[in-house]
């Protein structure tokens, strides 16, 4: 214990002079400006300008009846060519002519996705039946799943993200650092000539990296609850912690197959990628095939965004815990043999 | 004590084998010197007799305990100063001490003590990667003294040394030796070595040549005869002579007595001229 102990004071006063402290606390103060200054929404839709020249505007009304922003539609001929010349990415609806013989033109630039054309065209299909007094009957109602959550303004709905692979990449990419490093100096050398031994060197890493992805988490956690989010402390800094240790033990048994930053350098990228892939399934959430569940950082990701974005909603922690514990119990496995056969054999 | 049985090593298994049959033993309490020019496979017996190499072959044994059979205790008891220093740059000199102190068990030196004994004390809060190259070699050497080693492995501990401050470090080396410690010596600098060792070994192409003390192997390789200058008519005249032989003694005591002269120098070989003499190369 003294000895692990001993090691992780040496290890906080490199990370300290190495500089990694001071980079983990700007990468926190970017993320506090991300968190404070993003917009709560951003237009991801293309926007649309519509034209209603129709006999007694009837297609503005069906549309204000069916809850359409009244803003989409234009004053006049003028007002709709000016929205048009405006913006590249927009959808130009022009309608003419009377309710029971209406002309639809749709304007779409030749970038703007079909699936978009698609969605307007369907959309003004149904507003031109409410505007010919023509409903089916059908009864449309809107489920809430998990009525407890929230729809979590952009700002915080980055936090996650924030903390999960910015955690990743502190353990990774950060200890392989100290390991090059102690290789380049020969420290390594000699402490194998000393009766330190590898569990409390892996030991004293794991403190020192876990450590400053709770510092970090504790900060980014802490901008996001000044901005409204009401955050599982325990729970969200649980699972960085634990999914801080696993990539600090992979990375330090991964660092263990190379000499330098070079040589590990694209391996090492292509690893922290792969760690990364889950973001796309959290930004596109239909996006989720079984290899990217199958990425560690997935569980972490979405577990965390539960703690963060909507803590107490009954989502079953357990199994994605768990597999989060297994992985880092094998990371554990794969770190001790690597540095026990290979970095305190070499 | 320290026996070493019969060493072979191979790096790549191709049967080239960097040390071949290394055998000696070193007493408790004795200086051993390893003397060989660079490549000769000084540092891979030192390797694997330190533990950081794997023995392939051959048997190492530290008061009769194979050094595979001690463990992590093994560490414990040595001290091991490397020919490059190898130190955390970051760290000052007193951390370097201080941390290499906490990896051991039981009594260490206080770090500060030895910074002073190495002449270091002004530097103590400085960054090591501030030092020059000779300040980190006698960091690393004070580090080797941290534990309180009963056994030290010393490799080329004055190298890039000013004349005093080696002066210094064999001092110490000296004192601990009178303290009981036994010290394995790696080094191409005879005279250190002649001054230092108890017995030394000469080390080439993996194989040991020669191992006596340093004065047996200066009596048994030298010439025994002693060379004396003399000044005639303001020449100088060269006369080598055998002590051995009764003409030769008249000679020399007529020589001196005459004071005609100017330098004597005994013919007694040093330990590189007889290094030279066995291997036919020096130890540059």
Not at chain 1, 38 to 52: F, G
Request: net charge neutral; hydrophobic share 45%.
């Amino acid at each position: 214990m003294k000895n692990a102990l001993n090691q992780a004071l040496r290890d906080w006063i490199l990370a300290w002079r190495n500089g990694h402290v001071a980079v983990v606390l700007a990468i926190m103060v970017l993320m506090w400006l991300l968190i404070f200054f993003l917009p709560a929404e951003l237009e991801l839709s293309n926007p649309v300008a519509i034209l209603d020249a129709s006999h007694g505007a009837s297609v503005r009304r069906a549309a204000a009846e069916a809850g359409m922003d009244g803003q989409m539609f234009a004053q006049d001929q003028a007002d709709y060519d000016a929205r048009m010349a405006a913006d590249p990415n927009i959808l130009g609806v022009s309608v003419r002519g009377t309710p029971d013989a209406l002309s639809v033109t749709i304007e779409a630039g030749a970038h703007v996705p079909p699936a978009s054309v698609a969605a307007l065209r369907a959309s003004m299909d149904a507003i031109i039946r409410l505007a010919r007094g023509q409903t089916d009957g059908t009864e449309m109602e809107t489920v809430v799943l998990r009525p407890g959550s929230r729809r979590a303004p952009l700002s915080l709905t980055g936090v996650p993200v924030f903390l999960v692979f910015e955690a990743g990449i502190l353990g990774f990419l950060l200890v392989a650092v100290f390991v090059f490093q102690e290789k380049q100096e020969g420290t390594l050398r000699a402490y194998r000539a000393a009766p330190g031994g590898g569990a409390p060197y892996v030991a004293a890493k794991l403190a020192v990296f876990v450590g400053l992805s709770l510092a970090y988490g504790g900060g980014v956690l802490a901008a996001a609850a000044l901005k409204g989010a009401r955050p599982d402390w325990f729970g969200a800094l649980g699972t960085l912690a634990l999914s801080s240790a696993f990539m600090t033990l992979l990375g330090l048994g991964f660092a263990t197959f190379f000499r330098n930053l070079s040589g590990w350098f694209f391996p090492g990228l292509g690893i922290l990628l792969l760690n990364m892939a889950p973001f796309f399934s959290y930004a596109r959430p239909s996006f989720n095939p079984a290899w990217i569940k199958a990425i560690p950082s997935y569980d972490a990701l979405f577990l965390i965004r539960d703690y963060v974005l909507n803590p107490g909603t009954g989502s079953d922690a357990a199994a994605p815990l768990l597999r989060i514990l297994a992985w880092t119990a094998l990371a554990a496995v794969f770190c001790a043999l690597a540095v026990r056969l290979r970095l305190l054999k070499e | 004590m320290i026996e070493v049985r019969d060493v072979y090593h191979d790096y790549e298994g191709k049967g080239a084998y960097a040390v071949q049959g290394v055998s000696f033993t070193i007493p408790d309490g004795a200086i051993f010197g390893f003397l060989g020019p660079s490549g000769a496979g000084k540092s891979t017996v030192q390797g694997i007799m330190t533990g950081l190499l794997r023995l392939q072959k051959g048997s190492v044994r530290y008061d009769g305990s194979d050094i595979g059979s001690m463990g992590r205790s093994f560490f414990q008891r040595i001290g091991v100063s490397f020919e490059h220093p190898n130190l955390y740059g970051k760290l000052t000199g007193y951390e370097n001490l201080k941390y290499f102190a906490g990896l051991f068990q039981g009594p260490t030196e206080d770090p500060m003590q030895l910074l002073d004994m190495v002449g270091l004390a002004d530097a103590a809060k400085r960054r090591a990667s501030a030092y020059s190259k000779g300040m980190k070699q006698r960091l690393v050497f004070a580090r080797a003294l941290i534990n309180k080693p009963s056994i030290l492995f010393l490799d080329e501990p004055t190298s890039g040394l000013d004349p005093a401050t080696a002066e210094r470090i064999k001092a110490l080396i000296l004192e601990k030796r009178d303290a009981g410690c036994t010290v394995f010596l790696t080094t191409h600098n005879m005279l250190d070595a002649d001054r230092l060792c108890d017995t030394v070994a000469f080390l080439n192409s993996g194989r040991i040549v020669a191992m006596d003390s340093p004065r047996e192997l200066k009596l048994a390789y030298g010439s025994r005869s002693v060379k004396v200058e003399t000044r005639v008519d303001g020449r100088i005249e060269t006369h080598t002579l055998f002590p051995a032989r009764e003409e030769d003694r008249n000679q020399l005591s007529q020589l001196i007595s005459s004071g005609t002269a100017e330098t004597v120098h005994s013919q007694e070989a040093t330990l590189e001229e007889i290094f030279i003499k066995l291997t036919g190369r020096g130890l540059g």
